[in-house]
């Protein structure tokens, strides 16, 4: 990510804050003043990543018995799993993992895939013909595939352990859709249509901070990082594998999974050059000569 992209979004996420009367936390202040004001009944969203595995650290130097949501898509990336079965041993990790409540495969099939925001009404609106499948997405501004196979299941997941807040490595760098996020809420805010609180520490960290913060920390970081930054653009983020709901997704997903890509792409109705040259090769096929000597 730009520097300076990142430095306007966080100067644009404070100037709106500070309008609206938001207080701005450092982190650690946030992090204790949660586990002060909620103790058990806090809980900190994990998805292996390096924001939320700095949040974590964080939040078991007050609480080593933190609760921890782990939401399993089942589509994860190998390196996802990998990860968080070490973390959980190293640092003994009070881990609550969720499953969907519909299977990844069987949304994209009702609702169509997730696209990128800037596109809910482009691209992937011809989805087997079908416009309606991605209201979901408009109405709500979320893919059904993260509703279903992440925060239903996150929902269910803290009601049931008595959770009332949660923390998380969200970042208004990261998009501008979390920048106008951070913007609109600010670090800490009660959802009154989850009646939850959701409380943001590192919300106004650039990566340059973030980094820093893990080296100095000796906190380990998730091996797919190391493979997605040779070639992924924008901010470097993990994930669902075969998510399309984010930009660079198709060579990302191309480099790590090419079966997997021809897959997806095939779904979204795509022809893919290489089918064009499977097409090409299987006419010179049919019209090559029995043997060389037929040429002649």
């Known amino acids: 990510m730009n520097p300076k992209v990142e430095e306007s979004r966080i100067r644009f996420a404070l100037r709106s804050c500070e309008r609206h009367g938001f207080k701005v936390y450092a982190a650690s202040e946030l992090v204790e003043e949660a586990s002060n ?17 700095a949040v974590v650290w964080m939040a078991l130097k007050f609480n080593p018995n933190v609760k921890v949501i782990f939401c399993d898509t089942t589509v994860l990336h190998p390196e996802d799993y990998e ?28 609702y169509g895939p997730p696209t990128i925001r800037r596109q809910y009404y482009q691209s992937y609106a011809k989805f ?8 979901f997405q408009e109405k709500t501004g979320k893919p059904a595939c993260c509703w279903f196979c992440k925060d239903k299941p996150f929902l269910l997941a803290a009601r049931k352990h008595g959770v009332k807040a949660v923390l998380t490595g969200l970042r208004c760098t ?32 650039t990566s340059r901070q973030l980094d820093e ?33 984010h930009l660079g997704w198709e060579e990302q997903l191309s480099r790590l999974n090419p079966n997997l890509y021809r897959f997806v792409q095939k779904l979204l109705g795509q022809t893919l050059i290489e089918d064009y040259v499977d097409v090409e090769d299987e006419a010179a096929d049919a019209c090559a000569p029995a043997s060389f000597e037929e040429w002649f």
């Open 83 to 110: 990860f968080k079965e070490r973390l959980k041993k190293e640092w003994n990790l009070n881990l609550i993992e969720t499953k969907p409540v519909k299977p990844f495969w069987q949304v994209w099939k009702e």
């Open 174 to 205: 990261e998009s501008r859709a979390r920048m106008y996020f951070a913007a609109d809420y600010g670090q800490k805010h009660f959802t009154k249509r989850y009646k939850i609180w959701k409380l943001n520490p590192i919300l106004f960290w």
């Open 213 to 245: 913060f893990t080296a100095e920390n000796e906190i380990p970081v998730n091996s797919l990082y190391s493979k997605l930054s040779h070639f992924a653009k924008g901010e470097v983020r993990n994930g669902c594998l075969p998510c399309t709901g």
């Open 37 to 53: 004001e909620f103790g058990d009944s806090l809980a900190v969203g994990w998805s292996a990543g390096k924001c939320s595995t």
């Open 128 to 135: 087997k013909g079908l416009w309606k499948r991605h209201t």
